[in-house]
């Protein structure tokens, strides 16, 4: 934690700040008020800026999203099948054997 926000491991060697604006909707006095070291904390990310090895973090606009309600990761969808052939022609359209993109 520092005076302007707080840094946040994302993974093993990989961090990222919060902002002290994006730490709450409310006025923030210290970092130390909204969030504790070693506490685990759900944060959105804002930005990633890859030349300055920078990820910026929100913590108050987490509140705004909604929660995740898509499949679990171990489900497995089944593979598409194949469309099935048509056993008889359509009619009308283009005949292909004729037609020719390039003159």
């Given at each position: 934690?520092?005076d ?16 002290i ?42 509140a ?27 009619k009308?359209?283009l005949d292909h ?7």
């Amino acid at each position: 934690m520092t005076d302007f926000g707080a840094f946040v491991e994302l993974t093993a060697g990989v961090e990222g700040l919060i902002h002290i604006s994006e730490l709450s909707h409310e006025r923030v006095r210290t970092v130390g008020d909204v969030v504790k070291e070693g506490e685990p904390v759900r944060v959105k990310v804002l930005s990633v800026d890859e030349d300055r090895r920078r990820i910026s973090l929100s913590l108050k606009q987490v509140a705004e999203m909604p929660d995740y309600t898509g499949p679990e990761q171990a489900a497995v969808e089944e593979p598409a099948q194949p469309p099935k052939k048509r056993k008889k022609e359509l009619k009308g359209g283009l005949d292909h054997s004729s037609f020719s993109l390039f003159g």
